[in-house]
């Protein structure tokens, strides 16, 4: 049996814009279409980003902190922050060290007495806006050890761009559920789509469930009775 031993498939934006509307049995003929169509990607990214953790997104970065500085602005294409820690010792095979931080409310973190209190910090919490996105610790770090802050959080999925020939920045295996994604909102804009729209939905959530489902973290779990309890 002879096979390509090769392993490298993937669609460009335009192959998946003509699977789309090949789901949809229309044509993709004019600029206004693949327009339109780039458009729609980037909102699918943004609806896919809504619904949750997706572990492809997620990216683990450091921050060293500054004695009697408590705030830290996040990278600009973070979403959301997951997981947060701070080390001491970075480096040092022997001594480095992870501690868990507790997150914490606004409002929480509003109703601290003393937030100039320099200190080793337990806590944190996040201060959002419109432009930037901050880590806010407390304690205040003081100078007693050296520390760094390890977190991981959901990134952005980036733009899809105007070559037709860029990929989307989402692993192979997520491509035929966004290829019916991008046509399910084809179909909602054009009137000769309509009749496809309940057979398009249904696949649609079906692949999603399907590739979210597979691409789930995944972890070892052992459950032992307590026989204390039984004698």
Not at 23 to 35: A, N, P, Q, V
Not at 88 to 99: E, I, L, R
Not at 151 to 170: F, H, L, Q, W
């Amino acid at each position: 049996m002879a096979t390509s031993g090769t392993t490298t498939f993937n669609l460009d934006l335009g192959d998946i814009m003509e699977e789309a509307y090949d789901i949809c049995g229309i044509e993709l003929r004019s600029g206004y279409d693949y327009k339109g169509a780039r458009r729609a990607l980037d909102l699918v990214f943004l609806e896919w980003q809504n619904k949750g953790l997706n572990l492809f997104t997620v990216v683990t970065a450091t921050q060293a902190l500054t004695e009697g500085t408590s705030s830290y602005p996040l990278p600009a294409d973070s979403l959301e922050i997951i997981d947060v820690s701070l080390r001491t010792d970075a480096g040092d095979v022997d001594k480095q060290k992870d501690t868990r931080l507790t997150r914490i409310s606004r409002t929480q973190y509003s109703h601290i007495a003393n937030k100039l209190l320099k200190s080793r910090p337990t806590q944190f919490y996040i201060e959002k806006s419109s432009s930037a996105n901050n880590i806010v610790l407390w304690a205040t770090p003081d100078n007693a050890e050296t520390y760094t802050l390890v977190y991981d959080y959901i990134a952005r999925i980036e733009d899809t761009g105007k070559p037709a020939s860029n990929n989307a920045d989402v692993p192979v295996a997520y491509l035929p559920c966004l290829t019916y994604a991008l046509a399910y909102n084809i179909a909602c804009k054009r009137p000769e789509a309509q009749e496809r729209i309940a057979m398009i939905r249904a696949r649609y959530m079906e692949l999603w469930d399907e590739v979210s489902s597979a691409q789930r973290e995944r972890a070892n779990i052992k459950l032992a009775p307590n026989l204390r309890m039984y004698q």
